[in-house]
């Protein structure tokens, strides 16, 4: 029987949208059904066995989508397993090393009972939404800081896990 996993994410310009999308498509060729969806859409966890949340980060916060989803679907969270991402660092950090998760992320870790979270690096590009955002690509610190090789064997990781789960009696 196969198992099905939702992917949520809170995102403004898009960039963790893709990464969402990215791990979703590498659960879909390990064998698992996967959703994905803004974490804004999701009315109910009921349906999936496991969940993958990512959020955005905007000057050191968590996106309130992402957040928000932990805290209404607190109880149904932690009965399933749980991993969460955060994307945004707009430099070559989130690849060199093991970033901490941010207060908000940290929070959601904890309400959730997740197995892990991640930070990804993210990606701020011209048209970005956002006075801040502006600033930023207007002080030349934009660019695009994902590694989808990172984000695709995490993905793989959580695949195996689902895997190993489902075997057990």
């Known amino acids: 029987m196969s198992?099905?996993?939702?992917?949520?994410?809170?995102?403004?310009n898009g960039s963790t949208a893709e990464i969402a999308r990215v791990i979703a498509s590498v659960l879909r060729d390990s064998g698992l059904e996967t959703d994905v969806r803004?974490?804004?859409?999701?009315?109910?966890?009921?349906?999936?066995?496991?969940?993958?949340?990512?959020?955005?980060?905007?000057t050191g916060r968590w996106h309130r989508d992402a957040s928000r989803f932990t805290r209404q679907h607190r109880q149904?969270?932690?009965?399933?397993?749980?991993?969460?991402?955060?994307?945004?660092?707009?430099?070559?950090s989130a690849s060199e090393r093991d970033l901490p998760?941010?207060?908000?992320?940290?929070?959601?870790?904890r309400r959730t009972q997740a197995r892990e979270h991640v930070t990804f690096g993210?990606?701020?590009e011209a048209g970005a939404r956002g006075r801040i955002a502006r600033m930023i690509l207007e002080q030349g610190r934009g660019g695009d800081y994902r590694d989808m090789d990172r984000i695709s064997a995490w993905a793989t990781e959580i695949a195996d896990g689902l895997a190993v789960g489902a075997q057990r009696p």
């Not at 803004?38 to 980060?57: F, I, M, N, Q, R």
């Not at 149904?76 to 070559?92: M, Y």
């Open 3 to 12: 198992r099905t996993v939702l992917v949520a994410y809170g995102t403004r």
């Open 38 to 58: 803004p974490a804004a859409e999701v009315g109910d966890v009921a349906p999936y066995d496991a969940v993958v949340l990512g959020g955005a980060l905007y």
């Open 76 to 92: 149904a969270l932690a009965e399933r397993p749980v991993w969460l991402f955060s994307s945004g660092p707009l430099d070559p």
């Open 101 to 109: 998760p941010v207060p908000g992320a940290r929070r959601a870790q």
């Open 122 to 124: 993210g990606r701020l």
